[in-house]
């Protein structure tokens, strides 16, 4: 570690050797690519349907580049890019922190925005682009930082659902499963008051979530799926049945708002 001495000239930046400048991080620019490209981030907790709605978005014409379409825990896939989801774990790491153990904000450096720049520029070639990965609720602000015209779709469940699949996923305890399910949901609430977008619950029959994904698509310019591209399949929606336990007043209460939000 350098340590500063007040009996060293200061020098203005203009007069330093280039190789001593900080780079700076530009934000995305879609004109770099030579289209009018969109970015959009699917926004939601671990098990609570992201999935789906990102499948949902590809069906819908929204380009996902490189992303997984199969793993043992969903059958057609959780349609996360791995490079993104690679940089929010390297980010979460460099904060002692990761998906399971949320940090109480996120500082990223230079060189993080600037990957995650590059991967945005890398898509850059799609109309629209859309990326998804839970933890992204934990480092959101370096992505808003990097991509400002970022929009947002977001979509939550209940929490006894999610801490039962996380039980069968993962073996996580209901007490830890409902408290992380808390830290992320709350996030989402945050965000969606900063800047409102479509929201939605994938507690809702499938008919009923449909309908109102048919809205939401429709506020994102994007077109309405033919029930021939539905993504939403039975499966996809594991732990339908679990038990009605007793939450704690606080998760409930934010349960309750983020329905009243919901589409």
């Known amino acids: 570690m350098m340590l500063s001495t007040p009996f060293a000239p200061s020098i203005p930046s203009s007069m330093l050797p280039k190789a001593m400048s900080t780079p700076q991080t530009k934000s995305y620019d879609p004109s770099q690519q030579g289209r009018s490209s969109r ?3 699917v926004l939601g907790m671990h098990r609570s349907g992201t999935s789906c709605l990102t499948g ?3 069906a819908a014409g929204v380009e996902l ?5 199969w793993n043992r825990y969903n059958t057609k896939g959780n349609r996360e890019n791995q490079a993104f989801v690679d940089l929010n774990d390297e980010i979460l790491a460099a904060n002692k922190s990761a998906w399971d153990n949320p940090p109480v904000s996120a500082t990223w450096t230079s060189a993080q925005k600037r990957s995650a720049l590059e991967l945005l520029q890398q898509n850059g070639q799609a109309q629209v682009f859309a990326f998804k990965d839970p933890r992204t609720l934990l480092v959101l602000d370096g992505w808003k930082d990097v991509c400002p015209q970022m929009e947002f779709i977001g979509v939550f469940r209940h929490p006894n659902a999610v801490a039962k699949s996380l039980e069968s996923r993962s073996g996580m305890s209901r ?4 408290e992380l399910w808390s830290d992320y949901n709350r996030r989402l609430l945050n965000q969606w008051k900063g800047r409102q977008f479509p929201l939605l619950c994938f507690d809702e029959p499938e008919e009923v979530f449909h309908s109102k994904l048919d809205v939401a698509l429709d506020r994102l310019g994007l077109p309405e799926l033919p029930k021939s591209m539905k993504f939403w399949e039975d499966s996809l929606r594991t732990s339908q049945r679990y038990e009605a336990a007793r939450l704690p007043i606080k998760s409930w209460l934010l349960y309750k708002a983020l329905k009243a939000r919901s589409l």
Do not use: E
Not at 65 to 69: I, V
Not at 175 to 178: M, S
């Open 65 to 69: 580049g490189d992303c997984h379409t």
């Open 56 to 58: 949902s978005l590809q």
């Open 175 to 178: 007490a830890q499963a409902i």
């Open 39 to 41: 970015v959009i981030c």
